[in-house]
């Protein structure tokens, strides 16, 4: 079966070629890694993943995306453990990695996402809030709205038209994003700026769950109340806001 020149030999020589190239090499790792974490292998995994980022950081020809993809596993990993500085490092080079090409903006938002949440962890809401509006911007530039030099708040993250199109998990992406800044601005009570971003995130929410999901649902009746507490607005202060960023 395996004779000179037969296809099931071309086709083994073929994969003993490909696991030459470093990233291969590096994949099969992260794989290992996986298994490994699934066993509860957590010390082997760590060495198997880092092993697996050492070949491809020093790869030219890695693909973007499979670096990514192992960087925020790592993250995640020593996120589970207790370690969210170094969570958070490796969130921030997967972010770095991801913002270089054009054809990963999931992955960039994901992984702006990850490091605000660790960032919130360790107490630095301001952090986490900064990090989550630039994961809102690669977010809404995601589905179709790119931004604008001189935008208010309403222009650079308000949710319409084309980007309640996008398909339910593209929207539910986003729209957790907008939840989760949400909920900054509520515990920090800036009620006005968290039900700017509740509303927006009920709509790309809607959209991705469907408006009879129970978070969704829950959602509405929870911003309802919270726009109780929003400061009232004069016909004249409601115009400069549209204008101007709240504060």
Same mark, same amino acid.
Request: glycine letters at 4%.
């Given at each position: 079966a395996l004779g000179e020149g037969s296809p099931a030999r071309a086709a083994a020589e073929a994969a003993v070629n490909a #696991? &030459?190239?470093d990233h291969d090499v590096a994949l099969a790792r992260a794989t290992h890694a @996986?298994?490994?974490e699934l066993l509860g292998k957590s010390g082997d995994a760590e060495t198997e993943r880092r092993r697996a980022l050492d070949g491809l950081r020093g790869d030219a020809d890695a693909p973007c995306g499979t670096l990514v993809t192992?960087? #925020?596993k790592e993250a995640a990993a020593l996120e589970k453990r207790g370690d969210a500085a170094a969570a958070i490092s490796v969130a921030s080079e997967a972010a770095d990695v991801a913002a270089r090409s054009? &054809? /990963?903006?999931?992955r960039l938002v994901k992984a702006l996402a990850l490091r605000a949440r660790l960032e919130d962890s360790l107490g630095r809401s301001d952090a986490a809030a900064a990090t989550? /509006? @630039?994961a809102l911007a690669a977010g809404v530039a995601f589905l179709g709205k790119p931004a604008a030099a001189g935008e208010t708040l309403d222009e650079r993250f308000g949710v319409a038209g084309p980007? #309640?199109? &996008?398909p339910p998990a593209e929207a539910s992406l986003v729209g957790n994003l907008f939840y989760e &800044?949400? #909920?900054l601005a509520d515990q920090d009570r800036d009620y006005r700026r968290a039900v700017f971003f509740y509303d927006n995130a009920l709509l790309l929410l809607t959209r991705g769950r469907g408006e009879n999901a129970p978070f969704v649902m829950r959602l509405a009746k929870e911003v309802e109340v919270i726009r109780k507490k929003a400061p009232k607005k004069g016909k004249a202060a409601a115009m400069a806001s549209s204008k101007s960023v709240p504060n």
């Open positions: #696991l &030459r190239r @996986d298994a490994l192992i960087l #925020l054009t &054809r /990963e903006p999931v989550l /509006e @630039d980007m #309640l199109k &996008r &800044r949400g #909920l």
